[in-house]
């Protein structure tokens, strides 16, 4: 049974779907919200304060006596803040709305003496305190970050929500102040000063203390996020990964992703048994996995468990990137997920290989044109090169990388020539130049980590972009045909996403439906090299392996493909540190064409 997929279990436990947030959770985070924004309407808008529905908004928690405009907007944007996590079933948001909602019933009995405003906070507090148990989430991974942005994002709120509030009293408004005059108004009332627009009567103190509200209510959240404990995203510890290694080398055959499960910026969750493994990485709320699980696929369900579990436990969404048809077969049927065809993973048999035949004249070409212009080629284990080559083709992989940002989760390993990474293969190509560059006759580089004992999947590709076009296809080449000589008879390249509908939709006799969708990946591909992809794997003649993104709901969809987007580093919100302060790493193959764009369209 350690070839197939493992039978169903007999465990009376079962995980439907994976975790959902619960009925009570997302109805308290929905009345939060609706809360919240009546109390930001009740502060900002007088005609809304004056109207009918002012009897029910203004004994909403927080709008109460002189201080109505700014408590209402405190008590609003606070309340907006808590609902996400709310609805997430997070315990530290249920704890701030326990104590929020009880000072909003005291404030408004000892302000206004109004039982009805206290009732409406007992209302929304008592379902708070008999549900308590659906709200035991635990914090996410996080980082100093985290407060940067809150103070960029709020400061940017409290600006466009000010230059509301001063706007919203045209009648009472002393002159007439010019755009400029009302920026500086918000910003000096923020801090707490006044500015230079002024207002007839009490207009002046309403507008003053709504926006020191908005201000502290920014320097508040901002304290917070940047003091307390941090939580930050786990990583694979060296025990971790010497566990994985051992399970790497005894099933490690069976899955080509295998290898990049040693990704030290991941976190991995172990079976019950410890003879399987699920390594991921939390990214907005998802709790990512890629490829199939480490180890005996038997084992493969308690993994799946643990996984799902601590997903549960912090209410992540959970999701798998491009796992096998077998992976995905096992994943929705031990979870209850769903899964869908991401696109196809391109594999090369050794033995199959040959330029001869019209279908690889094009790559026959090229390579013989870049043979004579002087290249020649090196395939050589990572522990057969000396340290100073390694330190030149590292340098070289991290200058030579087409975009600021390391990209890479799911395809990629993160590093090159680390000294526990003494399997994997490097193909260089060299060529001898009058004066020697800063990498000496090194011009491109291909880095290949074990799949198992006879097989290699390709990691990164990377090239001086002064070398000739067609760096990439030599290399790819020479890797091929060295590969019997380290007992290699499989290489897996990279991922063709949607590649399936680029083919088909390029038929005579496709759909217009086939069409359309085919066209929306062409225009894609300007950004993505999604066509660009597939087109130059399949110059390589490979079999084609489908993979598949495992998924809850059809709604989790764009959630998990924004956060895919920004684990591979298509999407990044950090702030870069200045190149020679980053770490020397490597980069995914997913990705690997930024620079080799240029040699896929002169084939």
Request: hydrophobic share 45%.
């Given at each position: 049974?350690?070839?197939g997929?493992?039978p169903r ?30 109390d930001?309407?009740?502060g900002v808008?007088p005609r809304f ?13 927080g ?9 209402s ?13 709310l609805?997430r ?7 701030a709305?326990v104590?929020l ?29 008999v ?15 985290r407060a940067?942005?809150?103070?960029v994002?709020?400061?940017?709120g409290s600006?466009?929500?000010?230059l509301?509030?001063v706007?919203v009293?045209?009648g009472?408004?002393?002159g007439?102040?010019?755009l400029?005059?009302r920026?500086t108004?918000?910003?000096?009332g923020?801090?707490?000063?006044e ?12 507008v003053?203390?709504?926006l ?7 320097a508040v ?17 060296e ?5 994985l ?6 099933h490690?055959r069976?899955d ?17 048994s410890?003879?399987a493994?699920v390594?991921?990485r939390?990214?907005?709320?998802v709790?990512l996995?890629?490829?199939d ?9 308690g ?9 549960k ?9 491009g ?6 077969e ?7 997920l769903d899964a869908l ?11 199959d290989f ?6 690889m ?5 090229m ?7 002087g290249?020649?080629t ?8 000396g ?11 991290e200058?030579?990388r087409?975009?600021d940002t390391?990209?890479g989760?799911?395809m990629a390993?993160?590093r090159v ?10 193909a ?21 980590v ?5 097989g290699?999947?390709l ?8 070398a000739?076009?067609?760096?990439n ?9 060295a ?9 897996s390249l ?9 083919a088909r ?13 085919r066209?929306?990946l ?8 999604i ?6 794997n ?7 392996e489908p993979?598949?993104v495992v998924?809850?709901a ?9 956060a895919?987007?920004?684990a591979?580093g ?12 980053r ?7 997913a ?7 240029r ?5």
């Open positions: 049974m350690s070839g997929v493992p279990t007999s465990r009376v436990r079962r995980i439907v779907r994976g975790p959902r947030p619960a009925a009570v959770p997302s109805l308290v985070a929905r009345a939060c919200a609706l809360v919240g924004l009546l930001v309407a009740a808008f304060r004056h109207s009918r529905m002012h009897t029910f908004a203004e004994v909403l928690p709008s109460f006596g002189p201080f109505a405009a700014a408590l907007l405190s008590a609003g944007v606070l309340l907006l803040l808590l609902a996400h996590g609805r079933g997070k315990r530290r948001a249920w704890r709305a104590v909602l009880p000072a909003g019933a005291i404030s408004q009995f000892v302000y206004r003496h109004s039982i009805v405003g206290a009732l409406i906070s007992v209302a929304l507090l008592i379902p708070l305190l549900h308590r148990d659906q709200f035991t989430a635990l914090p996410d991974p996080r980082s100093r970050w940067l942005a809150n103070f994002l709020m400061g940017a600006l466009g929500l000010g509301v509030i706007s009293h045209p009472r408004l002393i007439d102040p010019s400029a005059d920026i108004h918000v910003l000096y923020l801090f707490g000063f500015g230079p627009v002024d207002y007839q009567g009490n207009t002046s103190w309403t003053a203390f709504s020191g509200a908005l201000g502290w209510i920014t959240t901002t304290i917070y996020l940047a003091f307390r404990p941090e939580h930050p995203a786990a990583r694979l510890t025990e971790d990964e010497s566990r290694r051992a399970l790497l080398d005894k490690g069976r080509s992703l295998g290898h990049f499960a040693l990704r030290r910026d991941k976190a991995v969750v172990f079976s019950p410890g003879k493994a390594t991921y939390v990214v907005s709320g709790m996995a890629s490829g699980p480490i180890g005996d696929v038997e084992a493969w369900p993994a799946i468990e643990r996984f799902m579990d601590e997903a436990a912090h209410s992540w969404t959970p999701a798998v990137m796992c096998s048809e077998t992976g995905g096992v994943w929705t049927r031990e979870t209850g065809e991401l696109g196809d993973e391109a594999v090369v048999d050794v033995a040959s330029l001869a035949g019209r279908a004249r094009n790559v026959r070409q390579v013989k044109r870049i043979e004579r212009a290249y020649e090196r395939v050589r284990r990572v522990r057969d090169l340290e100073a080559e390694l330190d030149r083709i590292r340098r070289a992989a200058n030579w087409g975009t390391e990209r989760f799911s390993l993160g020539g680390d000294a526990s990474d003494g399997d994997c293969l490097i260089t190509a060299h060529k001898a130049d009058e004066v020697p560059g800063e990498y000496g006759d090194l011009k491109a580089i291909l880095h290949f074990p799949w198992g004992p006879d290699a999947s990691d990164l590709m990377r090239r001086d972009r002064s000739d076009p067609g760096m296809e030599l290399l790819i080449v020479a890797a091929l045909q590969a019997p000589k380290f007992g290699i008879t499989r290489v990279n991922f063709a996403m949607f590649r399936s509908a680029l939709g390029e038929k005579i006799g496709a759909g217009p439906v086939l069409r359309a969708w066209g929306l062409v225009f894609l591909s300007r950004w993505f090299q066509e660009s992809l597939y087109k130059f399949a110059k390589f003649q490979p079999r084609w993979r598949f998924y809850r059809s709604g989790d969809l764009p959630r998990i493909g924004f895919a987007m920004q591979e298509f999407v990044n919100f950090a702030l870069p540190l200045p190149r020679f302060l770490r020397r790493a490597g980069a995914p193959r990705c690997a064409h930024a620079v080799a764009e040699d896929v369209r002169a084939a």
